[in-house]
């Protein structure tokens, strides 16, 4: 006997006409779910349903999954310092994902300005953006004793064996040398 699903039943535009409707329903429902949380958050009502925390709460009794319930906290709380964020989640102009990434960033200063540049962008271009507005230094390129090779721990070369270079790769593909007593590594090219 086959199966068939109603939904293959469905005329083309009749479908995409209510995938459209079904998600300007689940942008309201999410905005009204990231509101409900940080209300519950900000009146600590999770102990009084013996959660330790928001997150527990969302975890245990939510039952969301742990990411599910970081990303819906660090919206609602971001939300609850600026509604405008609220409200572009409603109407689609900002995911989730943009408003995690960027309210570490907000200020009432820069949030209009912010939340602009963002609007319907992707989780890539949030965090170029993420990056324009609040760049982080260079990773620090770090050297380290690399132990003799074909010996023992703690022992030492055999007597007249060369210092040769050995390759360590450093931050950004440089490539720098460090001499370790009878080796005979040499530096490979690094494209």
């Keep these: 006997m086959e199966h068939t699903s109603a939904l293959e039943l469905v005329p083309d535009n009749e479908l995409l006409r209510r995938l459209s409707e079904l998600l300007r329903q689940s942008r309201r429902v999410e905005a009204d779910l990231v509101a409900h949380i940080g209300e519950v958050d900000a ?3 999770y102990a009084r349903e013996a959660s330790p925390s928001m997150f527990a709460y969302c975890t245990e009794v939510l ?6 319930a970081y990303l819906r906290i660090t919206v609602a709380r971001a939300a609850r310092q600026h509604p405008v964020l609220l409200e572009m989640l409603r109407e689609g102009g900002l995911h989730l994902t943009a ?7 907000l200020t ?5 300005t912010l939340v602009r540049r963002a609007a319907r962008r992707s989780k890539r271009e949030i965090e170029e953006l993420v990056a324009e507005v609040a760049p982080r230094p260079d990773a620090l390129a770090l050297l380290r004793k690399l132990p003799y090779r074909g010996a023992r ?5 055999a007597p ?6 050995v390759p360590r790769v450093l ?3 440089r490539c720098a040398l460090q001499t370790v007593q009878g080796t005979g590594a040499t530096c490979p090219a690094i494209a």
């Design 160 to 165: 007249g064996r060369a210092q040769r270079p």
């Design 99 to 105: 408003i995690a990434k960027l309210s570490p960033h």
């Design 43 to 45: 009146r600590r009502l």
């Design 108 to 112: 009432r200063e820069n949030c209009e």
């Design 153 to 157: 721990a703690g022992s030492v070369p």
């Design 63 to 68: 039952h969301l999954s742990e990411f599910e």
């Design 171 to 173: 931050a950004r593909g």
